[in-house]
Each structure stands twice: as C-alpha cells, then as structure tokens.
C-alpha cells in the first residue's frame, strides 16, 4: 500500500536503541534521514511511500478521518470482462458462467421469477398456455409465406398463401392433423383427420339401410331399404318382390313376365312392310306385310330354337289392285321346321300365316287362303 509520508521517511517498528546491531547499520547506510517514525508518537507523514514488506498496525485513517478498513473481498474466481459475480458465502468471489452483462443486456441461458413487470416483447419461447391478458400483434413476425399476417393490430388468416392439400399428388393421411375450437370448452383442440372421421364426421353419416343390394329410398332424414327392391350388381338383375305402378315403362331389349301378364289398355306390336326379293326375319319384326306386285319374295325365319315362345305373323299384300296374279312368297327357316316342311308358300294376294316356336320348330297356329 502506498501512504502520504515527508520525503526520505523510514518506518521503524521499534524503537532506534532496541533495533539489531544489524538493522540499525542499514539506517546508517541511508543516504538522507529527516525523520523517522516509530509507534510511540503521533506523526504527520507527506509523499508517497511503498512498504515492500507487511506493515501491522492498530488501525490507518483516510484524509478525511475516515477509519481504512480491510477489503471484504479477497478474490475473485474465473475473473472475465462483463461477467456477473456470484457470492460464495466467502471473501472469495466467483463469476457466473451463463450470466454476464453488456452494459444494456443481461445475458443468460435461464430465466425464473415468481413475477415479471415491464415489457417483454423481446421474450422468445414462451409457454403460450401461461400467457394471459391481450398480445401486440405488431411484435410478431410473421413468414412471408405463411397464411397468418398482422394489420392493425389484428391477427388475419390468408388460406390462398398456402400451399393446396393435394400436393405432388399426396392428399391428406390418417395421421394428418388439424386445429379445432371447442365452442362449449371455450378452447382450441387437435385432432387427426382419422380421429375427426372416426369420432365426429361418421356419426354424422347417413348410413344404408335395409339388407345387401337393397334399393336405397328417403325416409325421413335418412336412408331406407328393404329386401323387397333390391339390385344385383354382379348379374345387373332388379328384384321387385311387390307390385310396379309406373307411367311408362320401356324395355330396351327383353321383358320377361314369368306368370300371368294381364293389360288393361290396347296392346301394340310391330309392323314391317317388304318387296325384297330375300328379307330374313329381324329381331324387332312381329307382323310382316310382303309387298309381292314386282315380284316374288324368300322370306326366311330365324332359329327356331333361340326364339322360343315367339309368335310371327306374315301377310301377302299387293300395291297394284290391278294385278290379280299375285307372285309367290317362299317361307323358310334358319333352323327349325315349319310345322312338318322345310318351306311353306303362299300363292294368293291376302294369304297370311301366323308362326310360333317352340324352342325347336315353327307352328303355324293360324292360317287364311290355300
């Protein structure tokens, strides 16, 4: 330590007579003595003065009386620039590794207050469950390519900033999730898209009714079905067990009744009028009219035994009233007899013959002219 002493001042511990015959020959020595203090007498000392030893004494005053006091702190432990010292419960001091101060900021890695007053908006990480009262939005930052955005102080959804749920051709998983507000919870919740399905959206679900292939019809705020109106897909059969009441109905290729067929109304068939010299019997045709004026005709039947059941009526006309002598019609069949014959023929204007197979042959079951 450094003391304000007269110049050329040595500090003697004891009195001059009771030093060493040692210590008083290095006084001799010393080039200049003015003075000399000892502990018997008050002194006023001037300068500056280095004691490179220790020096015990009762107790040192400041210049302005002031008691001087040993130093509380003896040392301070991993000593480094802006760090914040920690008490050891010592005269020894430690700097704290995680916290230090920049003259503004005080860093650290942890944080923990019963409370915290005053502004926090440079705060990051915070446990958004434990917030309360209203945030300013104006300190969010928002991604440019995110569907949230701030404009006067109000949080705003874009959903076109965003990129679509089918993407690279992936749609949404199972395992997808989403957020939801419970209105009677008063909260937001998540779920999978498989929990909202499963969980909510099927409950929702107008499920079929009636048994397999059944026909589905409205009844009340659901569907209905029953066994008795049912649709096979694998045959493409519909099965009406009950009675049909329609307006119209068309049959674009068969209609088959397996019991009685009862009409109420009048009955239309087909009607076809020929003068070719060969015409083969269509699959639409039931009356034929052939025009033989011109010339004779071959009129062929189809297969007997692939129109089972089928009735054909044929009638020999003449457009020319004039004519008496009528040309000949030749009946045949692609497959079946006609009755007994292989071919029946008409000779005379009028003459007609009603045919009907029976799944092997043709039967004329009425006849008129020879």
């Known amino acids: 330590m450094a003391y304000n002493t007269s110049p050329s001042v040595t500090v003697l511990t004891a009195p001059i007579k009771e030093l060493a015959e040692e210590d008083r020959e290095k006084l001799i020595k010393i080039d200049k003595i003015d003075h000399a203090i000892d502990n018997f007498s008050d002194e006023k000392i001037g300068g500056n003065k280095i004691f490179t030893e220790a020096v015990v004494a009762e107790g040192f005053q400041l210049p302005d009386g002031r008691a001087l006091t040993p130093s509380v702190v003896e040392e301070i432990k991993n000593n480094r620039q802006g760090a914040v010292l920690v008490s050891t419960g010592t005269p020894i001091l430690e700097s704290a590794p995680n916290l230090s101060y920049d003259g503004t900021v005080l860093i650290g890695k942890k944080l923990k207050f019963d409370t915290l007053e005053g502004d926090g908006g440079q705060l990051t990480n915070l446990d958004a469950g434990a917030l309360e009262g209203k945030l300013n939005l104006e300190t969010i930052e928002v991604g440019i390519d995110g569907a949230l955005s701030t404009s006067n102080n109000k ?22 999730k ?24 099927r409950t929702k679900q107008h499920l079929p ?107 020999v006309v003449n457009s020319k009233k004039s004519n008496i002598k009528s040309n000949k019609v030749i009946i ?39």
């Open 155 to 176: 949080l705003s959804i874009d959903f076109d900033a965003v990129a679509p749920m089918s993407k690279t051709g992936q749609t949404v998983a199972d395992s997808d």
């Open 178 to 201: 989403l957020l939801l507000y419970d209105a009677s919870h008063d909260g937001l919740r998540h779920a999978t898209f498989g929990e909202l399905y499963r969980d909510y959206i």
């Open 209 to 315: 009714g009636g048994d397999r292939h059944s026909v589905q019809f409205r009844k009340g705020n659901s569907f209905g079905g029953t066994r008795n109106l049912r649709f096979d897909d694998q045959k493409s059969i519909l099965n009406l067990e009950g009675s049909l009441y329609a307006t119209r109905v068309r049959v674009d290729e068969e209609l088959v009744a397996e019991r009685a067929l009862h009409t109420r109304g009048a009955i239309y068939q087909n009607l076809v009028r020929i003068s070719d010299t060969e015409y083969k019997v269509k699959e639409n045709d039931y009356t034929i009219l052939v025009d033989v004026s011109d010339n004779k005709v071959n009129l062929i039947l189809p297969n007997a035994a692939e129109n089972s059941g089928r009735v054909l009526n044929i009638k």
């Open 332 to 370: 045949q069949s692609d497959g079946g007899l006609l009755d007994l014959f292989e071919e029946a023929t008409l000779k005379m204007n009028t003459s007609a013959r009603s045919f009907q197979s029976d799944g092997e042959n043709w039967w004329i079951i009425s006849s008129r002219g020879p």
